[in-house]
């Protein structure tokens, strides 16, 4: 199956996705990928794989990615190679991605759980990304303005639940629900249609 994120910058993502993958040795992530340069802190294959335009352009012409978002000038996206290649070995893959792209991933693969995670404001949105002190505060204006894009759209459709993230611990635990109670509606359908076949 395949559990898709989404939701605004600062609404803490990252955050629940590194503590359930750690968790969950079912799950695999894989990393989007992106034209800007790797910070610090980051290494290529881990946060993101990092691409040149031409790199880009070329999966995209092989048709090798999903979404295609153009952020601050630089592109974030995902390879279908990347994620066929991780749903082979892994029962759970475990992807980023914005609002278009959950309906692109939807649209392409039958078992999918779209989580949405939001902050409880929009002060607090900012407040996280001041705090992470990593963007230029130029760079900070633009995330809040797509920020206040991305939570002016209904996410459902196309996301299946929305987790507002007041607190890491407890969000975990709503998270890791959700994707129990997904599992277990996946073995029932199973059962249900082996029972029908036999």
């Known amino acids: 199956?395949?559990?898709?994120?989404?939701?605004?910058?600062?609404?803490g993502k990252g955050a629940l996705t590194d503590l359930i993958t750690r968790q969950d040795r079912r799950i695999t992530r894989v990393p989007s990928c992106t034209t800007r340069e790797p910070r610090a802190d980051e290494t290529?294959?881990?946060?993101?794989?990092?691409?040149?335009?031409?790199q880009f352009r070329t999966f995209q012409a092989q048709g090798d990615t999903f979404g295609g978002t153009r952020k601050m000038g630089f592109v974030y996206s995902l390879r279908k190679s990347q994620i066929l290649r991780a749903m082979s070995r892994s029962p759970i893959v475990l992807v980023e991605t914005d609002l278009?792209?959950?309906?692109?991933?939807?649209?392409?693969?039958?078992?999918v759980l779209a989580v949405f995670i939001s902050a409880p404001s929009t002060d607090?949105?900012?407040?996280?990304?001041?705090?992470?002190?990593?963007?230029?505060?130029?760079?900070?204006a633009e995330r809040m303005a797509d920020s206040a894009r991305i939570l002016a759209c209904p996410p459902?459709?196309?996301?299946?639940?929305?987790?507002?993230?007041?607190?890491?611990?407890?969000?975990?635990?709503?998270?890791?629900?959700?994707?129990?109670?997904?599992?277990?509606?996946?073995?029932?359908?199973?059962?249900?249609?082996?029972?029908?076949?036999?």
Not at 1 to 11: D, E, F, H, I, R
Not at 44 to 54: A, K, M, P, R
Not at 100 to 111: H, I, N, Q, S, W
């Open 1 to 11: 199956m395949l559990l898709v994120v989404c939701g605004p910058s600062g609404a």
């Open 44 to 54: 290529d294959g881990v946060d993101y794989h990092f691409l040149s335009e031409d």
């Open 100 to 111: 278009p792209g959950v309906a692109e991933l939807k649209t392409a693969f039958r078992d």
């Open 124 to 140: 607090d949105l900012l407040d996280r990304l001041r705090k992470r002190n990593r963007d230029r505060p130029e760079e900070v």
């Open 156 to 198: 459902i459709p196309p996301c299946d639940k929305v987790i507002v993230n007041r607190e890491v611990g407890q969000s975990l635990i709503e998270f890791r629900s959700l994707l129990d109670d997904f599992c277990a509606s996946l073995v029932d359908r199973a059962v249900n249609v082996h029972g029908a076949g036999s």
